[in-house]
């Protein structure tokens, strides 16, 4: 009786062991990327050739919504995702944390894309007024950097202001009750501020700040599936040249998918950059300026090194 209860036990072990294997190769097959409401890899989604391409090497595809860069870029912190995309402010407030991740491409500038908004009534004209104000952000996003700039340019420091630190969803809410005096936001949302609340741009980051979309993933990823890397960036840059070539028609695919009015997401798709590329060491340099800005204000807690950071791809992987 005791041999076959150690047998069947000796099975089931082996079951289970066999079942563990299977889940781990499933997770091991599947690209688990993480993207926001708006920007090319909501267009990607909805394409849909990044799943064809990648089902011929044997991998899914699993996308998840986040509120924004920072939330995201602690989803690749823990591990529920594999790769993303945000804005210049979230990778270093992320490595920053000790975040093992890569920046693996850019896409160009969209200082239009972002800004600091103050009520249609409100009698603050210049950004030297914010002093002693409420103003909405979302922490460690790439408005984070706008302000800061803005701020230096009108003669403030950051502790100057009252900063409060709100998701959009919530800091329109806030800026809507008129419980903050301004607030610094990203398309669509700035976007849809500016249509359907008649909100009065104060500044934006023209001039001022790059606005650069960085798409990172986690380490081992990227030096585990370089060929994914490269065919990630392929997809994401052949989606960049269509928008390009036809914003009607992208505004046509991505209102429904945010949920807005084709007239406000005719202004969100026309300010973003486009064309996904290679880290330049003008752009490494760029992002190590906003690293040590964010270190002389203390609100990180290091000096970084940027170009730590920075994904090369194999040579037979580039090449191709």
Known sequence: MRTITLRRSLAALFAAALAFGAITQAQAETLRIGYQKYGTLVLLKAKGTLEKRLADQGIDVKWTEFPGGPQLLEGLNVGSIDFGVTGETPPVFAQAAGADLLYVAYEPPAPQSEAILVPKGSPIQSVKELAGKKVALNKGSNVHYL??????????KYS???PVYLPPADARAAFERGSVDAWVI?????AAAEKQLEARTL????????NHQFYLATRPYAQKHPQVINTLIEEVRAVGEDSKADPDKVTEQVAPLLGLPKDITSI???RQGYGAQPLSPEVVTAQQKIADTFTALKLIPKKLSIADVIWTPPAKVAQQ
Do not use: C, Y
């Open 147 to 156: 302000l800061v700039r803005a701020l230096e340019e009108a003669g403030l």
């Open 160 to 162: 100057d202001i009252q």
């Open 186 to 190: 990203w398309d669509p949302f700035q």
């Open 203 to 210: 500044r934006n980051g023209e001039g001022l700040v790059d």
């Open 268 to 270: 969100a798709v026309k």
